[in-house]
Structure formats: structure tokens, C-alpha cells
């Protein structure tokens, strides 16, 4: 079924059409976005108006590209001398003179009392202007789902936001950054893992990740680096992205340096630190030449740092990974020949922890790192299961990540590479 919102072609009209559309139905949101769009209040007193796609009082234009038709994407006004301008830009962008052209066509119509806000992706500073204003969209579907409305087309509004930023990331329109801001994975049993919104999720967290400077700071993370080329797929049941460590160049360089990685799967989402088959010889000389002592003793301090972490959700695990894979061509995806995963917490007695102690899985990991003999990846991270997790499904789930990333720092810094 075609969604009501879908009555254009282009993109970025689209957008303002739902924006249009969720104001218009909802008087509160109206005067919110008022006041959000521009720190002040709406005309006291007056029924105000939203439109789109024509200047008030004239018939509708036909749909054209914004730049062609010299019209703003939609008018908010009081039928008098007040009004607020809407211009959207996704893909295109920010024009100086062409919001000034906006300013002057408004005030030649009699709005002597104008003012614009733009909607971009990236916060902008625009010049100064008192009457311009710059926010962006993921703030607006923020705004959206701040909840309170009388009504649920903020709701509708914030929906759509998702369903488009998710066809413009497909179509190749929308190449960086996003129209909606990290809120939590959604997945639970009454709402299973769907791929295409655990890559949407993924983006956005791995995006929010790179803006924490601690991750640069403690374990020197190249924030601006790219991570995957691409991520494809339709039918997976995971999908993952990662953030390089200083001093990794190259496309090729994650499968020779270690790199923070996040994989959202089907029941979980795992943090970790990855140490790839192919890791550089002196980065694996470091690890092994711990022994099995020295070993355990850099992941108890992995172990302790992440208290932190399962302070605050006791039902994460800390574990252990081995993968042994092989690669039937070059693209195809791994297949998994085995699997060593375990709780950290077994290997370190503690009366008052619910998990046994059994300290015999991190002898055996120990010595199958050590002395591998096929393509194997050792990974040392936190898990945080869907069912039992309830952090998982908050904006809050982005601070985990970080505090699970630097608790890794010990494993890092045996290696020197902080």
C-alpha cells in the first residue's frame, strides 16, 4: 500500500510533504516546531496556516525541482504579515542566495514579519542573519518522538522519517549522514530482527560512535576513517561495521590490525575488540608471548573494567570469542569450520557472581590461539541479548558501546598499540 506521505517523486519533497502534513493535523506540534525551528513563540491569538509547494493565496504549482520553481518547500503564516519559511535539503546543497531569494519573495507578498528555517543533515552555522535558521533533521525526529502530542502524526512524521531515510540509503541518494538519530534496537519477541533496520540501526550507532572523542583519546579509534565499503545483503541475519585503530591504512587493513567492531545479530548485539586471522606478526607475538598466566591476566582486567558496564545491565555477558572459517571465493561469505565462546566470568572465582567458575575454557582458548593452524579470529567484547537486555532498546544503549569498547583497553595495550 502506498504511504499517504508519498504524493512526490523527489525525495526531499516527500519529506515536507509529511512534515506539511503532521503539522497541519496537530496544533500543538505546530507551535513546537515553532518555537524549536526558530527560539520563538508563534503570533498569539491566530489560526496559522501551513502550505506547500505555492505562495499563499495562489493555486498549487506543479511539482518541480525547489531551484527551478524559486519557491520554499512550504509556508508556515497567519494570513497577515507573519510567517516561517521551510526549506529541505537532503541531498542538495545549503543555498545562501537562495534563501534570500525565498526572504524577498515572502516580504514582496506582504509578509513583512518572515523568518526561514532549513532542514540539512550536518549542523550548519549559517551567516548570522537573525531571521535564518539552521536546524537539522535528525533533531526534528527527535522533536517528533519526544511524545505528549494530542494527536499521532508527530509520531506518523518520525515513522516515515525512518521509512524514507531507509529508501534514499538504498536508492544511493542519501551517501552521508542521516535523517534520524539512534534510539535503541527495537528487537524483542514482539518484534523480530529485521535486517534492513539493523543496517539503518547500525549506521546510526557507528555514526554516534564517532563522535565520542574517548574512543580517540584511550585506544586511539580513527573517528574519520571509513569502515566497510559496503554493506550488502537482504537475508542476513547479522550485520556489522567497524572503527580502525590508529595507524590502520588501507581497505585491507582491518584484516591485519585489530579494530573495534559492533554487529548487530538476530538475538544479540555484540561490542568487541577484534584480533583478525591476519593480523600483523608482532601484534600476535605480543599476545602469545603473555603465556597462558599473562593471558588471563590482561582479559581480569578486560573483566574489570567492564563492572561498569554490568552495573548498569546485569544481563550482559562479557565473553571470549574464537572463529575458525574458510572462505570458498574471495567475496563469499565465511562459513564458521568452529566456534570457542564463553563468559569471562568462568575463568575468575567469585562467590558472589551467578556464573561457575571453570577456568579450563581460557587455557584452551590460550593454546588454540597460540598454536592455530587454520584461519582463526580471536574477539573480546560484550554481549547484550534482545530478551534479557532491556538497555538495548534505548538512546542510552550508545554510552554501553563506548564503556564496552574501553574496557578493552588492557587486551589493546599489551599489544602497544595504546
Same mark, same amino acid.
Given at each position: 500500500? %502506498?504511504?499517504?506521505?508519498?504524493?512526490?517523486?523527489?525525495?526531499?519533497?516527500?519529506?515536507?510533504?509529511?512534515?506539511? $502534513?503532521?503539522?497541519?493535523?496537530?496544533?500543538?506540534?505546530?507551535?513546537?516546531?515553532? %518555537?524549536?525551528? =526558530?527560539?520563538?513563540? *508563534?503570533?498569539?491569538?491566530?489560526?496559522?496556516? +501551513?502550505?506547500?509547494?505555492?505562495?499563499?493565496?495562489?493555486?498549487?504549482?506543479?511539482?518541480?525541482?525547489?531551484?527551478?520553481?524559486?519557491?520554499?518547500?512550504?509556508?508556515?503564516?497567519?494570513?497577515?504579515?507573519? $510567517?516561517?519559511?521551510?526549506?529541505?535539503?537532503?541531498?542538495?546543497?545549503?543555498?545562501?542566495?537562495?534563501?534570500?531569494?525565498?526572504? %524577498?519573495?515572502?516580504?514582496?507578498?506582504?509578509?513583512?514579519?518572515?523568518?526561514?528555517? +532549513?532542514?540539512?543533515?550536518?549542523?550548519?552555522?549559517?551567516?548570522?542573519? !537573525?531571521?535564518?535558521?539552521?536546524?537539522?533533521?535528525?533533531?526534528?525526529?527527535?522533536?517528533?518522538?519526544?511524545?505528549?502530542?494530542? =494527536?499521532?502524526?508527530?509520531?506518523?512524521?518520525?515513522?516515515?522519517?525512518?521509512?524514507?531515510?531507509?529508501?534514499?540509503?538504498?536508492?544511493?541518494?542519501?551517501?552521508?549522514?542521516?535523517?534520524?538519530?539512534?534510539?535503541?534496537?527495537?528487537?524483542?519477541?514482539?518484534? *523480530?530482527?529485521?535486517?534492513?533496520?539493523?543496517?539503518?540501526?547500525?549506521?546510526?550507532?557507528?555514526?554516534?560512535? %564517532?563522535?565520542?572523542?574517548?574512543?580517540?583519546?584511550?585506544?586511539?579509534?580513527?573517528?574519520?576513517?571509513?569502515?566497510?565499503?559496503?554493506?550488502?545483503?537482504?537475508?542476513?541475519?547479522?550485520?556489522?561495521?567497524?572503527?580502525?585503530?590508529?595507524?590502520?591504512?588501507?581497505?585491507?587493513?582491518?584484516?591485519?590490525?585489530?579494530?573495534?567492531?559492533?554487529?548487530?545479530?538476530?538475538?544479540?548485539?555484540?561490542?568487541?575488540?577484534? +584480533?583478525?586471522?591476519?593480523?600483523?606478526?608482532?601484534?600476535?607475538?605480543?599476545?602469545?608471548?603473555?603465556? *597462558?598466566?599473562?593471558?588471563?591476566?590482561?582479559?581480569?582486567?578486560?573483566?574489570?573494567?567492564?563492572?561498569?558496564?554490568?552495573?548498569?545491565?546485569?544481563?550482559?555477558?562479557?565473553?571470549?570469542?574464537?572463529?575458525?572459517?574458510?572462505?570458498?571465493?574471495?567475496?563469499? !561469505?565465511?562459513?564458521?569450520?568452529?566456534?570457542? !565462546?564463553?563468559?569471562?566470568?568462568?575463568?575468575?572465582?567469585? !562467590?558472589?557472581?551467578?556464573?561457575?567458575?571453570?577456568?579450563?575454557?581460557?587455557?584452551?582458548?590460550?593454546?588454540?590461539?597460540?598454536?592455530?593452524?587454520?584461519?582463526?579470529?580471536?574477539?573480546?567484547?560484550?554481549?547484550?541479548?534482545?530478551?534479557?537486555?532491556?538497555?538495548?532498546?534505548?538512546?542510552?544503549?550508545?554510552?554501553? +558501546?563506548?564503556?564496552?569498547?574501553?574496557?578493552?583497553? *588492557?587486551?589493546?595495550?599489551?599489544?602497544?598499540?595504546?
Amino acid at each position: 500500500m %502506498r504511504n499517504p506521505f508519498d504524493q512526490y517523486d523527489d525525495p526531499e519533497n516527500r519529506l515536507t510533504h509529511a512534515l506539511a $502534513c503532521s503539522l497541519a493535523e496537530d496544533r500543538g506540534f505546530l507551535a513546537a516546531f515553532v %518555537r524549536w525551528a =526558530t527560539g520563538e513563540r *508563534p503570533p498569539s491569538g491566530s489560526a496559522l496556516l +501551513v502550505e506547500e509547494q505555492t505562495i499563499p493565496g495562489r493555486l498549487e504549482e506543479v511539482e518541480d525541482k525547489p531551484e527551478r520553481r524559486g519557491l520554499p518547500d512550504a509556508w508556515i503564516h497567519d494570513g497577515d504579515e507573519w $510567517c516561517l519559511l521551510v526549506e529541505s535539503k537532503v541531498a542538495s546543497k545549503i543555498d545562501q542566495s537562495q534563501i534570500q531569494r525565498h526572504l %524577498r519573495t515572502a516580504e514582496r507578498h506582504g509578509f513583512t514579519d518572515r523568518r526561514i528555517v +532549513v532542514l540539512s543533515l550536518h549542523p550548519h552555522k549559517g551567516n548570522g542573519a !537573525e531571521e535564518i535558521h539552521h536546524q537539522t533533521w535528525r533533531d526534528l525526529y527527535r522533536l517528533a518522538l519526544q511524545g505528549g502530542w494530542k =494527536t499521532v502524526w508527530p509520531t506518523r512524521l518520525a515513522g516515515y522519517m525512518i521509512v524514507a531515510e531507509g529508501r534514499m540509503v538504498a536508492a544511493g541518494y542519501l551517501t552521508e549522514g542521516t535523517l534520524t538519530s539512534f534510539e535503541g534496537l527495537q528487537f524483542d519477541r514482539d518484534t *523480530p530482527y529485521s535486517y534492513r533496520e539493523a543496517k539503518r540501526a547500525l549506521g546510526l550507532l557507528i555514526g554516534e560512535m %564517532r563522535t565520542r572523542r574517548q574512543l580517540a583519546e584511550k585506544l586511539g579509534a580513527d573517528l574519520e576513517a571509513p569502515g566497510r565499503k559496503a554493506i550488502t545483503g537482504t537475508g542476513a541475519n547479522s550485520v556489522w561495521n567497524f572503527l580502525r585503530l590508529g595507524g590502520a591504512d588501507g581497505d585491507d587493513a582491518f584484516t591485519k590490525r585489530p579494530h573495534l567492531t559492533l554487529s548487530i545479530q538476530w538475538n544479540r548485539a555484540l561490542v568487541q575488540v577484534t +584480533v583478525p586471522n591476519g593480523v600483523e606478526g608482532g601484534l600476535r607475538k605480543a599476545l602469545v608471548g603473555l603465556g *597462558p598466566e599473562g593471558f588471563g591476566d590482561v582479559l581480569g582486567k578486560v573483566l574489570k573494567g567492564a563492572r561498569s558496564v554490568l552495573a548498569k545491565e546485569p544481563a550482559a555477558v562479557p565473553y571470549l570469542m574464537l572463529l575458525q572459517r574458510h572462505y570458498p571465493s574471495q567475496r563469499s !561469505e565465511g562459513i564458521v569450520d568452529g566456534r570457542l !565462546e564463553f563468559d569471562l566470568r568462568t575463568a575468575f572465582a567469585d !562467590e558472589e557472581s551467578p556464573v561457575k567458575g571453570q577456568p579450563e575454557w581460557l587455557d584452551l582458548a590460550y593454546h588454540a590461539f597460540a598454536g592455530r593452524r587454520s584461519n582463526m579470529q580471536l574477539s573480546v567484547g560484550i554481549s547484550f541479548p534482545y530478551d534479557s537486555c532491556d538497555s538495548v532498546r534505548q538512546r542510552g544503549f550508545a554510552d554501553m +558501546v563506548e564503556k564496552s569498547w574501553l574496557a578493552c583497553a *588492557p587486551l589493546l595495550e599489551v599489544m602497544g598499540l595504546i
